[in-house]
C-alpha cells in the first residue's frame, strides 16, 4: 500500500484503455457530397496546435459521417451545453444513415463562412475545420483539421467584448455519462500571481 504524507493510498490496476477523462462530448457536423447534412457526437476531439489553430477527431469507420468526411474534408466541431445534452446523446447513438438529425433533434442548420458543413445554431461555438491529415489508428481514424473559421453566440458576450462559455453550461463526458461543469477554481497562472 502507498503511503502520501502519511496516509495510506490504495490504488487498483486496471487494464490499458481509454481513462483520460473527462473530455468534451462534441456535436461534429457534416455535408456529405450527395448534399445530405448529418451530425456525430463525438467525445474522442481535442485540440493540438495553436498556430496555425488546429483540432482533432477520431471516428470509426462504420460511422455514417465517415465517408462525408473523407469526401468532403470539411467539418464543424459544435460545442454543447446543457441544454443540447439529450441531442448530444441521441446524434451518439442513432445513425444519419436512417433518419435526419437535424429535424430529429429540432435543431438548425447554420450556415457556414469558409466551409460547406453547417454549423449547429443552437450550439454556442462553431468551429470551422478542414482535414490537413488522416490517420488509421485502428478502432479509429484520427482527422487532425486547421480551424479556418469559428463563430460564437452574442448571446454569450459580455459588456468588455469577452466570451463567456461558462454562462452556456457547457458539457463534459466520462465514463459514459454527461455532467456540466462545475464552479470557477482559478484562472490561468493564478499559481503565481502576486498578491
Given at each position: ?88 446523446d441521441f446524434?451518439?447513438v442513432r ?83 454527461y455532467y ?16
Open positions: 500500500m502507498a503511503c502520501h504524507n502519511g496516509v495510506d493510498m490504495s490504488k487498483t490496476t486496471f487494464k490499458p484503455g481509454n481513462m483520460l477523462y473527462p473530455v468534451p462530448a462534441v456535436m461534429v457536423s457534416t455535408k456529405g457530397t450527395d448534399g445530405k447534412f448529418n451530425i456525430l457526437t463525438i467525445a474522442w476531439a481535442g485540440t493540438v496546435n495553436s498556430d496555425p489553430p488546429m483540432v482533432s477527431i477520431s471516428v470509426r469507420k462504420n460511422r455514417y459521417s465517415y465517408k462525408a468526411l473523407e469526401e468532403t474534408g470539411e467539418f464543424v466541431v459544435n460545442l454543447t451545453t446543457k441544454e443540447l445534452v439529450r441531442a448530444t446524434c451518439g445513425s444519419g444513415a436512417d433518419i435526419d438529425k437535424f429535424k430529429e433533434c429540432k435543431l438548425t442548420p447554420l450556415k457556414s463562412s469558409k466551409i460547406s458543413a453547417p454549423g449547429i445554431a443552437e450550439s454556442p461555438v462553431n468551429i470551422e475545420c478542414k482535414v490537413i491529415s488522416k490517420t488509421d489508428l485502428g478502432s479509429h481514424t484520427m482527422f487532425v483539421a486547421e480551424v479556418v473559421n469559428v463563430t460564437v453566440d452574442d448571446e454569450y458576450m459580455d459588456e468588455k467584448g469577452k466570451f463567456d462559455l461558462a454562462k452556456a453550461e457547457p458539457i463534459a463526458y466520462s465514463h459514459g455519462e456540466s461543469l462545475g464552479e470557477k477554481l482559478g484562472t490561468f497562472g493564478y499559481s503565481v500571481k502576486k498578491k
